[in-house]
Nanobody, 110 residues
Framework: VQLVESGGDLVQAGGSLRLSCAPSGSSSMGWYRQAPGKQREMVVIITSGGITNYANSVKGRFTISRDNAKNTVYLQMNSLKPEDTAVYYC?????????WGQGTQVTVSS
């Protein structure tokens, strides 16, 4: 499975972006990010049953959703902050497998 992210861009602080990842399937999916010099961290995950878990740093600002008809998972990011700058990765996993996308760059200017 080749996950492909899109939607990364340069945006001013306070702005919004929507990231996409396909194909999503029905498995658990997650968005992760990695800033320069930092470890990759979980942003949000959504289980196959629709249960979500957000990092405290993005709660109330980011929303994950999935469109099963389009086989796509989205990450709506609002009220972006400079500290949200990172490469954002899509991830899916299950019994015996784990796939990552190539990442999409999000840069938030102050």
């Amino acid at each position: 499975v080749q996950l492909v992210e899109s939607g990364g861009d340069l945006v001013q602080a306070g702005g919004s972006l929507r990231l996409s990842c396909a194909p999503s399937g029905s498995s658990s999916m997650g968005w992760y990010r990695q800033a320069p010099g930092k470890q990759r961290e979980m942003v949000v995950i959504i289980t196959s049953g629709g249960i979500t878990n957000y990092a405290n740093s993005v709660k109330g600002r980011f929303t994950i959703s999935r469109d099963n008809a389009k086989n796509t998972v989205y990450l709506q990011m609002n009220s972006l902050k400079p500290e949200d700058t990172a490469v954002y990765y899509c991830h899916t996993w299950g019994l015996g497998y784990s796939y990552w996308g190539q990442g999409t760059q999000v840069t938030v200017s102050s």
